[in-house]
Structures are given as structure tokens and as C-alpha cells.
């Protein structure tokens, strides 16, 4: 096997492998939170659904993405391609949605209240998030459709002009103009959402200005606000985290929709760079949220206090 090739699929293996083990502690994290707790704040919700929606993103996108890399070749057909594309989209949108709804939602909570309206809209922030889960799932799935309607499973031969070479399918959208409106529409709804998390985080960031000037005048500050401090920055530091992937991911994005071919290895990039957030999201997480970690390391300790109590006693 060539070398660059063996590096390519080693890159995609450990990215995707990583991103799966890490979204899925995430998720198991909540659940047990969950099973204990009984009810999860509108913050931990929101941070649960993103990782489910990563981790499905990296199923549908980076698995196929590395066994074709390591050689297996036909592995869907058109109707396979259709489907696996239409779900990889809707959550590849799920995921800057989220992230822009997980920022937004957070400014609200920190922020001071007020006037009434906004202490109305406080109040009402847990009875907010399922409702804006479904719009955001139509919202993609409508977005979406045209790249389900246009992939392909890879034919033998020249890939066609206008053509995304994914490996695993092929995007064939036939002509110059449904290329460049189908990018330009999903490019126009990421840039909507990137900029609601850009507002929303450097409101957060000024509120967090403003209590850490407070702290130092006041020793101790009640425990609830010092919790939604440090969710907050988590929040920040995943919206700085995914705006260095999104910046990285569409310039690759126009450079594409300038040309007619595509190199194969500007694809492999953008699919790459495109991976990260939600491969590097979750141990970010894992990292910042003392709850996600403290629940984490409980079930270790139960897990072991287990083992240790089944072994025989051997003296």
C-alpha cells in the first residue's frame, strides 16, 4: 500500500475512532446523569443532542471515508449513497445549528434580568429547547434534500465535471448552476448560525468580563452562578473551536465551487478538517464540564469497586 495512502487512512481511522469513543461517553455521561438526576438543564441537553448528532456525523462520514481508504471498494449503491449522504448532511448542519443554539441559549441564562420580557424568556428556556430541536431537524432535513437527490454511487471511469469525488459516492450535481446554488445555500445557512455564535459568545464573554472584576471585590460568590460561569467558557471555548474548523472548512468550500474538477486531495482535506470539530468537541467537553467528568470518574470508581468485590478472597 502506497505511503500517502496508509497515512490517510490512518489519519481518518484514529480521527474517527477517537470521535466515536469520545461522543459516546459524552452521551453515556448524560444518561446516567439522567438516570440519577431524572432531568437535564436546557445547557446539558443542548450539549447532549450535539454530541449524538457528531457521533452520527462521524458514522455516516468518516467510517465509510476510511474503509474505502484502506481498499474496499463498491460499498454502497445509489440508493445507499442517498441515504447515508441525506443523513451525513443533516447532521454535519445539526452541528453548527446546535452549536449556534448551545451559545445563544447560554447568553440568555447568564444574562441579567433585565426587564420583564427576559425574565419571562428565562423562565421559559427548558420549555424552549425541545421545540427548537424539531425546527432545527426540519430546517436540515429540508436544506438537505438536494444532496440526497444528487449523490450517486461511484461509477468506473473519469469522474464528471461538477462531481464531488467523496470516494465512497459521488455528489453529481450536472450542471455549473445547481453546484453553485446548492454550496451557496448551505454555506448561507452555516454563516447565519456561525454569526448567532459569534454574537452570542462575545455577549458571554463580556458578562464574564464583568464577574471576574466582581469576584476580586467579593470573595465568595454563590456556587450556582460560579457553575454557569464555568459552563459558560465551556461554550465559548467550543464556539472558538468550531469558528478555526468552519474558517479552515470553507475556504476549501469556495475554493471548490470556483472549479469544475476537484483534486482529490483538496476533498480529503475539507473532509478531514470538516471531521474535526466533531472528533475534538467532546473531549473539550469531557475537559471543562465538571459535571460530565465527575460523573465519569463515579462510574469508574463503581465499575472497580465492582471488579474488586467480585474477586475471590484468597488468602
Known amino acids: 500500500m502506497d505511503l500517502c495512502i496508509t497515512i490517510k487512512g490512518v489519519s481518518f481511522f484514529l480521527q474517527t475512532g477517537l470521535g466515536i469513543l469520545g461522543n459516546a461517553s459524552v452521551l453515556m455521561a448524560y444518561a446516567h446523569i439522567t438516570y440519577k438526576e431524572s432531568r437535564l438543564q436546557p445547557v446539558d441537553r443542548i450539549l447532549a443532542h450535539l454530541a449524538f448528532s457528531n457521533l452520527l456525523l462521524l458514522l455516516t462520514r468518516g467510517v465509510p471515508q476510511t474503509v474505502v481508504i484502506f481498499g474496499l471498494r463498491n460499498l454502497l449503491d445509489d440508493p445507499g449513497c442517498k441515504v447515508v449522504m441525506y443523513f451525513y448532511r443533516i447532521n454535519r448542519g445539526l452541528s453548527v445549528c446546535l452549536t449556534g443554539m448551545l451559545s445563544f441559549f447560554q447568553a440568555l441564562t447568564i444574562a441579567p434580568s433585565a426587564g420583564r420580557y427576559l425574565t419571562k424568556l428565562k423562565s421559559h428556556l427548558s420549555q424552549l429547547v425541545m421545540p427548537t430541536f424539531i425546527g432545527l431537524w426540519l430546517l436540515n432535513m429540508t436544506d438537505c434534500i438536494p444532496i440526497s437527490v444528487f449523490s450517486i454511487a461511484p461509477r468506473n471511469g473519469t469522474v464528471p465535471a461538477f462531481t464531488l469525488n467523496l470516494g465512497f459516492c459521488h455528489v453529481n450535481f450536472g450542471n455549473n448552476m445547481s453546484y453553485v446554488v446548492v454550496g451557496a445555500v448551505i454555506s448561507t445557512r452555516d454563516f ?124
Open 192 to 315: 447565519v448560525f456561525v454569526a448567532v455564535m459569534l454574537a452570542s459568545s462575545g455577549y458571554i464573554l463580556i458578562l464574564l468580563h464583568k464577574h471576574s472584576r466582581q469576584v476580586r471585590s467579593i470573595r465568595r460568590t454563590q456556587q450556582g452562578t460560579s457553575m454557569e460561569m464555568q459552563a459558560a467558557k465551556t461554550v465559548v471555548m467550543l464556539v472558538l473551536l468550531y469558528t478555526v474548523f468552519f474558517g479552515i472548512d470553507n475556504v476549501i468550500w469556495i475554493y471548490m465551487l470556483t472549479v469544475a474538477q476537484v483534486p482529490a486531495v483538496v476533498v480529503d482535506m475539507r473532509v478531514f478538517f470538516s471531521s474535526c470539530y466533531a472528533t475534538c468537541s467532546p473531549f473539550l467537553m469531557i475537559s471543562t464540564n465538571k459535571k460530565i467528568k465527575e460523573r465519569m470518574v463515579c462510574v469508574a470508581g463503581e465499575q472497580s469497586a465492582e471488579d474488586s468485590g467480585d474477586k475471590p478472597n484468597i488468602k
